[in-house]
């Protein structure tokens, strides 16, 4: 926007901009500094934090997005890989171990990020391109069995005692380190019936 003089919004939907024009540094060909920021990358749940020379990095598995609830709930309880990009460009030592401070501190800044967004994924559009884009439109469907899939096994991963119905407790898990109140969150959101035992047809509801 800046190279074509467009304005920039104050606002992306309904979040603020987050960002800065690389044009003064692109035209002074390097000389002019970028200050030092944190970038945060979010694809289906390939997730991860690069600030100075850290990258912290994890997949969390697609069936946690773009619900933002379910996403920051499982990061709680995630181990994510912390890599030094100054000595280690092929991210191949993980050192999450050796530096826990500085991992501490990285999740902590990523878990933060993704509490506070407030949008939704774009879907839609016009008619015309709606129409325009409708083979395309097709082809999506056809990846909802395996995200379905994926919720099957998640139903029984939680389903500890095989009774056919997860409770909030055997939703959670080991609260221990984990944002019960986002999970608990989530738990009545996709408990329609409110009776407190989420079974598998609620859960996949909700991922449609």
């Known amino acids: 926007m ?33 200050p030092e920021r944190t970038m945060i990358f979010e694809l289906w749940g390939n997730i991860g934090l690069r600030k100075g020379d850290y990258k912290l990095w994890s997949n969390i598995g697609r069936e946690h997005s773009p619900d ?6 499982e990061l709680e309880h995630t181990n994510l890989t912390l890599f030094d990009l100054s000595k280690d460009v092929g991210e191949k030592n993980d050192l999450r171990t050796e530096f826990p401070e500085v991992y501490a501190s990285l ?9 506070r967004i407030n949008a939704e994924y774009p879907v839609g559009g016009s008619s015309a391109v709606q129409h325009k884009e409708k083979p395309k439109r097709q082809e999506i469907t056809t990846t909802v069995a395996p995200k379905l899939r994926s919720q099957d096994q998640f139903f029984k991963k939680r ?24 999970l ?4 009545k959101k996709i408990d329609s019936n409110g009776d407190g035992r989420l079974q598998l047809d609620e859960l996949r509801i909700q991922t449609k």
């Open 107 to 115: 999740k902590t800044e990523l878990i933060d990020h993704f509490s």
């Open 184 to 187: 608990t969150k989530r738990f």
């Open 68 to 73: 933002w609830d379910a996403l920051v709930a």
């Open 159 to 182: 389903d500890r005692n095989g009774d056919g119905v997860i409770t909030l407790e055997e939703y959670i898990g080991n609260p221990k380190g984990r944002n019960v109140p986002a």
């Open 2 to 34: 800046d190279a074509a003089g467009i304005p920039v919004p104050k606002t992306n939907g309904k979040n603020p901009i987050r960002g800065m024009s690389l044009l003064p540094h692109m035209l002074s060909t390097g000389k002019k500094t970028i």
